[in-house]
């Protein structure tokens, strides 16, 4: 590795904001997780003729729907800009998470 030149600037911001943006993001996301796991029990009074294998689909739809949009949300964020995508996914995770 080349040692770096001694014109290169040196990042001094803080690191703070980005870790408290990110950990807002991962809570969101957890979360919505929590959430889906602790609505298994009403779904199942909900659906007593379904097996908890049945249900099991709906907890596992949920996370490869999530796991699949990852792939596009990534080139979207080459195309118009991490910031703004991943201030779009924040805003729409709550919504997501309310609709369902």
Known sequence: MAPASPNAQINTAPPWP?????????FLVSMDGTMLSAAFSALRAGFPQ????????????CTVTYAATRIPSGG????????????AGVAL??????AR
């Open 18 to 26: 980005a870790f408290w943006v990110a950990s807002v993001a991962v």
């Open 50 to 61: 379904a097996t908890a294998a049945d249900l099991s689909w709906v907890l596992n739809a």
């Open 76 to 87: 979207l964020a080459d195309k118009h800009g991490r910031k703004k995508m991943f201030l």
């Open 93 to 98: 995770e709550p919504a997501t998470s309310a």
